[in-house]
């Protein structure tokens, strides 16, 4: 899945806190992806040190989609997103007049991984994958051996990442064959750490 950052980037607010006498600190919201978070967060950090106060960064975390609604609302400067913009999102920048260019900064991976003191899902299929997370398996597949009669009879307890998450989109796309086809049934998060632990 491609990762890009959406918007004028760092290179406009060096532009924009360069220009002129000395003014106000620049403010620059950047707000998206939390899968490209950690980068952002990092070159952030460093910019504001190299830039001594004259710019303030900050960084948020509300999804793709999410991002992309308020870059195209005109309330961030920058889009993080782990996926390519929607022509629903594409449409909503042109109506508010939000010109932006596309950067692709990284790649990356999905996992899916079972809890440490599950020792009988070793090896899952997208078949098994699906099973688990189609939409008519809400309030229906609950335990892991209505997955694979191989499986115990234990709960099945499910973690994903949020609706707004370019993530979530690929993900249901691959599993379920159609981007946020996904049962609700489950804990979601933008915060990759509340999944994980």
Not at 94 to 113: Q, R, Y
Not at 173 to 180: I, P, R, T, W
Request: negative net charge.
């Amino acid at each position: 899945m491609n990762s890009r950052i959406c918007g004028f980037l760092f290179a406009s607010v060096v532009l924009l806190a360069g220009c002129g006498e000395r003014q106000e600190r620049v403010l620059v919201s950047i707000d998206g992806s939390s899968t490209v978070y950690p980068v952002t967060e990092a070159v952030a950090e460093e910019f504001m040190a190299t830039r001594r106060g004259e710019v303030q960064v900050t960084v948020g975390v509300s999804g793709t989609g999410g991002g992309f609604k308020k870059f195209c609302r005109g309330e961030t400067a920058i889009s993080n997103a782990s996926r390519p913009i929607l022509d629903e999102e594409l449409r909503a920048c042109a109506e508010s007049g939000v010109e932006f260019i596309e950067l692709p900064v990284a790649f990356d991976a999905l996992t899916v991984v079972v809890h440490p003191e599950n020792t009988w899902a070793e090896e899952l299929t997208v078949a098994h994958l699906r099973t688990m997370w189609a939409p008519e398996s809400q309030g229906v597949v609950g335990n892991w051996n209505q997955i694979d009669p191989a499986f115990p009879d234990a709960p099945l307890k499910l973690f994903g990442a949020g609706a707004d998450s370019g993530t979530f989109d690929y993900f249901t796309e691959a599993v379920n064959g159609k981007s946020k086809s996904s049962r609700g049934d489950f804990t979601a998060s933008e915060d990759d750490n509340v999944l994980v632990t």
